[in-house]
């Protein structure tokens, strides 16, 4: 497969190591000092773009791919508020996007064990729920996009929570999400029931960047060939 990447920084430098060990290409890296390689012939050979960059560019960055035929996969946080008017685009114009928060093949399995979690925990209102995120001191979006992944899902289970917020929880519908930002942490979140005789806590930390790249190079070979908006469910299958 002939990779394209958009964002060389610390996702980018991965996800090319990692696409190298499995046998891909990347034909064309493009970072903010090279934009104009969006139209050259290293790009046009790609068969699948690969987005990492920051949320205020990342959707400008997907419309030029879709632009020049491209299907793309992108991990870029921070910017969900605009996705679903682009998903109704997606479908509109028949084009592909692969769009994950976190590509994490274990965080992914910890996304189901949180939704399967909040279905039992509806029934024990003696628990409440909080949740915490530790990630490095670069990362520009709080609370993470994984947090607000997971803190949706159990909005959508429990019938007592109907709002997250960042921060200390005032209201007892509030999910609260406690965001901590330390050393090169790349991600540990954590979600907590806790009632006045007990604890349950699930947790999910990555050890470092690769299981990311790793699962958005499996996104990509997924996505080659298919059309519309595409999520992990849809590779993973639960
Ligand atoms: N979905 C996931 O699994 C996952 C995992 C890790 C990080 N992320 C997210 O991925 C994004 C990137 O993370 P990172 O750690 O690589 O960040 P980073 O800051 O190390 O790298 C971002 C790169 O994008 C480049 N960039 C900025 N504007 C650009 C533009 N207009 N065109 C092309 N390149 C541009 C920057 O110069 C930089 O090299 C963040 O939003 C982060 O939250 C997602």
Aim: charged residues 25%.
């Amino acid at each position: 497969m002939n990779i394209a990447l958009i964002g060389y920084g610390k996702m980018g430098k991965t996800i090319e190591r990692i696409a190298h060990q499995r046998g891909h290409t990347v034909v064309c890296i493009i970072d903010v000092d090279n934009l104009q390689m969006f139209d050259s012939e290293e790009f046009k050979s790609a068969d699948i773009v690969i987005e990492f960059t920051s949320p205020s560019v990342a959707e400008h960055n997907i419309r030029k791919c879709f632009a020049r035929g491209k299907s793309v996969v992108c991990g870029t946080t921070g910017w969900t508020e605009r996705l679903s008017a682009l998903k109704k685009e997606i479908d509109e114009q028949n084009y592909t996007l692969f769009w994950s928060s976190n590509f994490s093949l274990g965080m992914n399995v910890f996304f189901a064990l949180n939704t399967y979690l909040a279905k039992i925990m509806n029934k024990f209102p003696s628990y409440d729920i909080a949740m915490e995120e530790v990630h490095h001191t670069h990362k520009a979006d709080t609370p993470s996009g994984t947090a607000i992944t997971l803190a949706e899902s159990i909005l959508h289970e429990i019938d007592r929570k109907t709002v997250w917020v960042d921060g200390a929880a005032r209201n007892p519908n509030e999910v609260s999400i406690e965001s901590i930002r330390t050393g090169d942490v790349p991600g540990i979140h954590t979600v907590i029931y806790e009632s006045n005789v007990d604890e349950i806590t699930l947790t999910h930390s990555a050890k470092s960047r690769d299981g990311f790249a790793l699962g958005a190079i499996i996104a990509a070979e997924f996505t080659l060939g298919k059309k519309g908006f595409l999520g992990m469910n849809d590779m993973m299958k639960f």
